[in-house]
């Protein structure tokens, strides 16, 4: 079974600047999705940037990219530019290929943008 | 991506009693998925709901507690049975898209149930 861990429960940024979340994760599959969800206090859930395992480019989503790291089995968030619509929880999520399997999500990080 | 109208949002509710919330797609979708969020926590898979056939329960969740009804592919109701406090949740649906360059999953707005 696949595992997802985020390690920092809580973070803060002040306004324009830059945070990295982090995501590990574990599994025996080759081939795999990877995401990013924003969850804000509406409780929306919202698709903030995904990867593919076989794409060794890292995706970008204008002020949001990642560090895909297959061989660690790293899958880290960077917010540049922080802004006050960023202060949300953001969980990283798993999925395997082929069909539309299920997510596994890990626990989330509550990022908060300061003034 | 497909658009999920989730209702109702949010509810509050006795104890021993059932609630049921409805996920409409804006179009067909094999599976849906529902989830459950309980305060503060991350989000955890209850079942995959597949037109025509039983739905597919994950580990720690029963039919009996968690009805799931799919009577087409773009329709789906979860039912919350017999609710006790420890079911004050957000739950969520789902619906997922593979398609080439075009893959990721959608959610509902979400039900807020609180039980008293």
């Known amino acids: 079974a696949q595992t997802v861990t985020q390690s920092q429960p809580e973070m803060s940024v002040q306004e324009a600047e830059t945070v990295t979340l982090s995501c590990t994760y574990d599994?025996?599959?080759?081939?795999?999705?990877l995401f990013w969800y924003k969850q804000p206090p509406s409780r929306q859930m919202i698709l903030v940037i995904r990867q593919e395992a076989y794409k060794q480019q890292n995706a970008t989503e204008n002020r949001f990219s990642v560090n895909f790291q297959k061989a660690a089995k790293s899958f880290s968030l960077k917010i540049s530019d922080s802004q006050l619509g960023d202060t949300a929880m953001y969980f990283c999520a798993f999925m395997n290929a082929g069909t539309a399997s299920k997510l596994t999500f890990g626990t989330g990080t509550r990022l908060q943008v300061t003034l | 991506s497909a658009v999920i109208s989730q209702k109702p949002s949010r509810d509050i509710c006795q104890r021993g009693t059932s609630l049921t919330i409805q996920c409409q797609v804006d179009s067909q979708v094999t599976m849906m998925f529902w989830y459950r969020q309980q305060p503060g926590q991350s989000l955890t898979l209850i079942a995959t709901?597949?037109?025509?056939?039983?739905?597919?329960?994950e580990s720690g969740f029963v039919i009996d507690k968690f009805p799931i009804s799919r009577p087409n592919l773009t329709f789906s109701t979860l039912t919350v049975s017999n609710m006790s406090p420890e079911d004050s949740s957000i739950y969520l649906c789902s619906v997922g898209r593979i398609s080439n360059s075009n893959y990721g999953y959608t959610f509902g707005s979400g039900t807020r149930l609180t039980v008293v």
């Open positions: 599994t025996s599959e080759s081939n795999y999705y």
């Open positions: 709901a597949n037109q025509g056939s039983e739905a597919t329960y």
